[in-house]
């Protein structure tokens, strides 16, 4: 069994906690179907993570079914969870870690409306204030890449980097999003969806209005370093 010091312990269990409770924010905002989707968050001043376990109910998560894992998407043996196979898209979580560090917190959603823009492997255009607000941009589309492997994770990586946008739409799959923790990423995934939602809305009664570049650089910069109280309040 591997044994890590007691800073590191203890920064995994209020991960666990954190990572189990978040999932019912999926639930809470209609983002999954089932067992589907996922949260995961970087256990800090380690190269671990935890994700949920695969196939399970949402109903049945708790932080003592929670799976750690190393940056390599292997579960650690013997740590608490152990017995359970993680989430298929472990291997995507892993990889989105080991290449950007700055990410603390990765969220995969089927969410309804963003799902449907990634069917037709088309980009949410940036044409509400929300979403310069947010996103600075428009959600782009990354690659078609099939599950099981880390091909998500290299196609969500190649999409982001250098993009100021938290979430990316996986074509024919649906969103990814990231953030400097768990709960960060899960804010851009409910936040992704509802911009999806009301820009499809808006397309059906007409051609949407672009809002322009230095707009959007300075909603993005205002929301991004102004608004709320704090980094964590803002987000």
Same mark, same amino acid.
């Given at each position: 069994?591997?044994?890590?010091d007691?800073?590191?312990?203890?920064?995994?269990?209020?991960?666990?906690?954190?990572?189990?409770?978040?999932?019912?924010?999926?639930?809470?905002?209609?983002?999954?179907?089932?067992?589907g989707g996922?949260?995961? &968050? +970087?256990?800090?001043?380690?190269? @671990?993570?935890?994700?949920?376990?695969? !196939? =399970?109910?949402?109903?049945?998560?708790? *932080?003592?079914?929670?799976?750690?894992?190393?940056?390599?998407?292997?579960?650690?043996?013997?740590?608490?969870?152990?017995?359970?196979?993680?989430?298929?898209?472990t291997?995507?979580?892993?990889?989105?870690?080991?290449?950007m560090?700055?990410?603390?917190?990765?969220?995969?959603?089927?969410?309804?409306?963003?799902?449907?823009?990634?069917?037709?492997?088309?980009?949410?255009?940036?044409?509400i204030?929300?979403?310069?607000?947010?996103?600075?941009?428009p959600?782009?589309?990354?690659?078609?890449?099939?599950?099981?492997?880390?091909?998500? &994770? +290299?196609?969500?990586?190649?999409? @982001?980097?250098?993009?100021?946008?938290? !979430? =990316?739409?996986?074509?024919?799959?649906? *969103?990814?999003?990231?953030?400097?923790?768990?709960?960060d990423?899960?804010k851009a995934?409910?936040?992704?969806?509802?911009?999806?939602?009301?820009?499809?809305?808006?397309?059906?009664?007409?051609?949407?209005i672009?809002?322009?570049?230095?707009?959007?650089?300075?909603?993005?910069?205002?929301?991004?370093?102004?608004?709320?109280?704090?980094?964590?309040?803002?987000?």
């Amino acid at each position: 069994m591997t044994e890590f010091d007691s800073a590191v312990s203890e920064a995994i269990a209020r991960l666990r906690a954190d990572v189990a409770a978040l999932h019912s924010e999926l639930v809470r905002y209609g983002l999954i179907v089932w067992t589907g989707g996922n949260v995961s &968050g +970087r256990v800090p001043g380690a190269d @671990l993570f935890v994700i949920k376990p695969s !196939g =399970v109910s949402y109903d049945d998560l708790a *932080p003592e079914n929670m799976i750690l894992c190393d940056l390599d998407g292997n579960v650690i043996p013997g740590s608490e969870g152990s017995e359970r196979s993680p989430s298929s898209d472990t291997a995507a979580h892993a990889y989105v870690y080991r290449h950007m560090p700055e990410v603390g917190g990765v969220v995969h959603t089927h969410s309804t409306y963003a799902v449907a823009w990634a069917a037709r492997g088309e980009e949410i255009p940036c044409v509400i204030t929300a979403m310069a607000d947010e996103f600075g941009g428009p959600i782009p589309v990354g690659p078609f890449a099939i599950i099981g492997d880390d091909s998500i &994770g +290299r196609g969500i990586v190649e999409t @982001l980097r250098g993009h100021r946008s938290r !979430g =990316v739409l996986m074509q024919n799959h649906g *969103p990814f999003t990231i953030g400097s923790s768990a709960k960060d990423a899960v804010k851009a995934a409910v936040m992704l969806e509802d911009v999806a939602r009301t820009v499809h809305i808006a397309k059906q009664a007409g051609p949407v209005i672009p809002i322009p570049q230095e707009a959007i650089d300075s909603l993005y910069n205002r929301y991004q370093n102004v608004y709320g109280q704090s980094t964590d309040d803002r987000r």
